[in-house]
């Protein structure tokens, strides 16, 4: 029996925004219909080293696409010369069980993560947003950006981060994707004062304050994904529809879960998952005032949707090599 084995230079030779936010919005929607197997993230937590590993199941059984992908997360791993993030997916046959193909992860999460940001924002946002507003400027944000570039206009995108350097560095790198200004501001709470709101940080104390948030803004937070992460300010929460990809990955690990687990509020304040507004279950944006917030965790069924999109593509390009497996 042999595996397609891809690298990460043959995953990207295939993988395009505007073609990954179609099969990730059609799994939303599966997810959002009951049509998919999908446990919660399993952690492993290595805090000696600051990190962590997390194994990602998923079935989505009206395509019969399945597989897992099995990524860490170390924030310092940059200083080693290494990726933050670093993954493997594995697509498997639900006929037989044998795996099919073993790919790269790390720029397809990238993708995936943003490919959901750009989905969420579609059905939450208002539709006239014209200023988008990032908080951080990693790879996360990079792709964040494209993906809202596939469904809106904007006139000016202001970006923020730690250092301004990276923010130097970002606008350079962004220059060929984006149609408008890149502005650096020095202080958070002019980035805030914008239509979208990204956030991309892996901050455990929040550094959005809900007084800087105006009526109608919308908000993907994106830096929360483990116990303990929180980017925005409880009282925002408080005072705005908050929808989450996955309610129970979100209750664990997502912005929320460090605001239900002292209280500020319940799980009864999530509105819905992204799914159920975009199968109409639930509705998105109801008023131009309210504001919207997205909380990913980021799901497996992303990433076997994704990694299919990716197979089909290769297979298609000869691209690859073929592993024995015995």
């Known amino acids: 029996m042999e595996?397609?084995?891809?690298?990460?230079?043959?995953v990207k030779s295939v993988m395009d925004m505007h073609s990954d936010m179609q099969v990730v919005e059609r799994a939303f929607r599966q997810h959002g219909l009951g049509r998919v197997q999908m446990p919660p993230k399993s952690y492993l937590y290595y805090t000696a080293y600051n990190g962590d590993?997390?194994?990602?199941?998923?079935y989505l059984e009206d395509e019969n696409i399945t597989g897992v992908k099995i990524v860490n997360v170390h924030p310092g791993n940059p200083d080693r010369g290494l990726p933050t993030v670093m993954?493997?997916?594995?697509?498997?046959?639900?006929?037989?069980?044998?795996?099919?193909?073993?790919?790269?992860?790390?720029?397809?999460?990238d993708i995936r993560t943003g490919a959901?940001?750009?989905?969420?924002?579609k059905y939450l946002a208002r539709k006239d947003s014209k200023v988008i507003g990032l908080v951080g400027t990693g790879n996360q944000a990079k792709t964040q950006l494209e993906a809202l570039f596939e469904v809106f206009d904007p006139e000016l995108v202001k970006i923020t981060s730690r250092?301004?350097?990276?923010?130097?560095?970002f606008i350079r790198e962004m220059a060929d994707i984006t149609s408008c200004e890149i502005r650096y501001e020095d202080e958070v709470q002019e980035v805030c004062n914008?239509?979208?709101?990204?956030?991309?940080?892996?901050?455990?104390?929040?550094?959005?304050?809900?007084?800087?948030?105006?009526?109608?803004?919308h908000i993907n937070a994106i830096g929360a994904d483990a116990v303990g992460k929180?980017?925005?300010?409880?009282?925002?929460?408080?005072?705005?529809?908050?929808?989450?990809?996955?309610?129970?990955?979100?209750?664990?690990?997502?912005?929320?879960?460090v605001p239900i687990s002292k209280h500020y509020i319940s799980e009864n304040d999530i509105h819905a998952q992204l799914g159920e507004v975009i199968t109409g279950l639930k509705p998105?944006?109801?008023?131009?005032?309210?504001?919207?917030?997205?909380?990913?965790?980021?799901?497996?069924?992303?990433?076997?949707?994704?990694?299919?999109?990716?197979?089909?593509?290769?297979?298609?390009?000869?691209?690859?090599?073929?592993?024995?497996?015995?």
């Open 3 to 10: 595996i397609l084995w891809l690298a990460q230079d043959e």
């Open 53 to 58: 590993l997390r194994t990602m199941p998923a």
């Open 87 to 109: 993954a493997l997916i594995i697509l498997i046959s639900p006929e037989t069980g044998a795996p099919v193909a073993i790919m790269d992860g790390t720029y397809l999460t």
């Open 116 to 121: 959901a940001g750009g989905i969420a924002a």
């Open 163 to 169: 250092t301004k350097e990276s923010c130097e560095r």
């Open 194 to 217: 914008c239509d979208i709101l990204v956030t991309t940080t892996p901050t455990r104390k929040p550094i959005i304050k809900a007084q800087w948030i105006k009526e109608g803004t």
């Open 230 to 257: 929180e980017e925005l300010d409880p009282e925002l929460l408080i005072r705005s529809k908050i929808v989450v990809d996955d309610i129970v990955q979100a209750l664990h690990s997502g912005e929320v879960n």
């Open 284 to 326: 998105g944006r109801t008023s131009e005032e309210e504001i919207t917030i997205f909380d990913s965790t980021g799901l497996a069924i992303q990433d076997v949707a994704s990694a299919h999109l990716v197979y089909v593509r290769a297979v298609s390009k000869k691209l690859g090599r073929q592993v024995r497996m015995f």
